[in-house]
């Protein structure tokens, strides 16, 4: 029970995906005073990046690593060293991370290096890989039965049915966003972070150590709501933006894709008023503001599209979805979306 009197800094936080949205919560999780060891496909000992922060300096992040080993396809392994070679992480996105799929044989994981010892059970980890290889990435890892788990990921329900009964699962929302440019990462936005989870509580002991050195991070009592209206944000943008190669900001300025934006945000509303009758179901205002807000970038979607690599729709646009499905409700422009993009990217 580490986190009930303190916040405990000898338990180390491992991180499962160094990209860019990883490695700024390493960068905090550290500067609270915690150990962060990145979990990595190969024995490398520690990873080296460079963060830039919003005032130009920069930070040098030097972490331990642990090895996992991968065991997927041929196609996939080829596909995750094109993407980083070395740590093994995709930043074709501003703010989402990810480490490549291991294949459907899942990761067989913890071959210990040589000359290190094996992974000890892990009580603390962050999930900060895209949200299409969790499963792989969490296959075979020796978490405790009663492990915290941070999710930073875009989307929701990629951990579904992945941790033990025992695990608390802490969403992580984050309105920052960072940039790689070869081995360094620039935060190009140190803006909010909200935490929260399902059940009704108050944040854990570390909480406080953390949010003295997490910039503008929260733990909101209407936390749902908040990742709510990231889920619509990036279930407007992200798929269209990807769809039609735009930045975001060109959603709202081409009236046929601003009425596409208009649709998505309303049968989202739809869901969220249904599962919760306080949600107050006026998503399209705040899509646009983020749009606007987030003009020149190209969405996490569009990158990856754009890079041939699996998007998150599953998590996004698809959980809704499903959401939809158990409440008998019809999502016509959801259900386009989805079969347009992956039509485009199987
Ligand atoms: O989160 C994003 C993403 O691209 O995944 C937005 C907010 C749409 C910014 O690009």
Redesign the pocket.
């Known amino acids: 029970m580490t986190d009930l009197a303190s916040p405990d800094r000898a338990e180390p936080w491992y991180l499962l995906g160094a990209g860019n949205m990883g490695l700024l919560a390493a960068h905090y999780v550290r500067r609270a005073g915690f150990t962060v060891i990145v979990l990595r496909r190969d024995d490398t000992p520690t990873l080296e990046r460079t963060l830039i922060l919003p005032s130009g300096d920069p930070v040098l992040l030097q972490l331990l690593c642990e090895p996992l080993v991968g065991a997927g396809p041929a196609r996939e392994r080829e596909r995750s060293s094109r993407q980083d070679a070395r740590d093994l992480s995709n930043d074709s996105?501003?703010?989402?991370s990810g480490i490549p799929p291991a294949g459907s044989a899942g990761l067989s994981r913890a071959r210990p290096a040589p000359t290190r010892p094996a992974t000890p059970t892990i009580r603390r980890l962050v999930v900060a890989c895209k949200a299409p290889f969790s499963a792989a990435a969490l296959a075979g890892l020796p978490l405790a039965a009663d492990a915290t788990v941070l999710r930073l990921q875009?989307g929701l329900g990629s951990l579904d049915g992945l941790l033990p009964d025992g695990a608390r699962m802490i969403e992580v929302v984050s309105?920052s966003?960072v940039k790689r440019d070869g081995d360094t990462h620039r935060v190009v936005a140190e803006n909010d972070t909200w935490m929260g989870e399902s059940a009704a509580g108050g944040p854990p002991a570390w909480f406080g150590a953390l949010s003295a050195h997490w910039p503008k991070l929260h733990w909101p009592d209407d936390f749902r709501h908040r990742q709510w209206r990231?889920l619509v944000?990036?279930a407007v943008?992200?798929p269209l933006?990807g769809l039609h190669d735009v930045a975001?900001g060109r959603i709202f300025q081409d009236p046929a894709l601003a009425g596409e934006a208009e649709q998505l945000a309303r049968e989202a509303d739809r869901v969220f008023t249904a599962l919760d009758p306080t949600w107050p179901g006026d998503s399209l205002p705040g899509v646009r503001a983020?749009?606007e807000?987030?003009a020149g970038?190209?969405?996490?979607?569009?990158?990856d599209m754009q890079a041939g690599a699996v998007t998150?729709i599953d998590a996004i646009n698809s959980w809704l979805l499903r959401q939809a499905e158990a409440l008998d409700i019809d999502l016509p422009a959801h259900r386009r979306i989805v079969a347009a993009v992956k039509a485009r990217h199987p």
């Open positions: 996105t501003n703010n989402a875009n309105a966003a990231k944000g990036n943008i992200n933006t975001n983020l749009a807000a987030t970038n190209t969405s996490s979607m569009r990158a998150e």
